[in-house]
């Protein structure tokens, strides 16, 4: 599930993160990536495994296709 997806705006997904809005608008855009402490949260936040989030295993209780993940945190 991608932020998109989940409902969550980006300013709720930087709140909930402790991160600026700007922040996850650059991973959103792909300029940037996340600190693993980030990264972690962000996987809880959206119920999906860190290796989802950087195009690896399917996410929790989810199958999808690999092209559904490229772009998992937009």
Known sequence: MTIKRSGLSS???ARSLGVTEGDV????????????ADCRRLSELLHVE??????????????????DR???IA
């Open 11 to 13: 300013g709720r997904v």
């Open 50 to 67: 860190i290796a989802w989030l950087n195009g690896g295993s399917k996410s929790v209780g989810e199958s999808e296709r690999r092209s």
């Open 25 to 36: 608008a650059l991973w959103r855009a792909g300029i940037t990536l996340p600190r693993t």
């Open 70 to 72: 490229v772009n998992a």
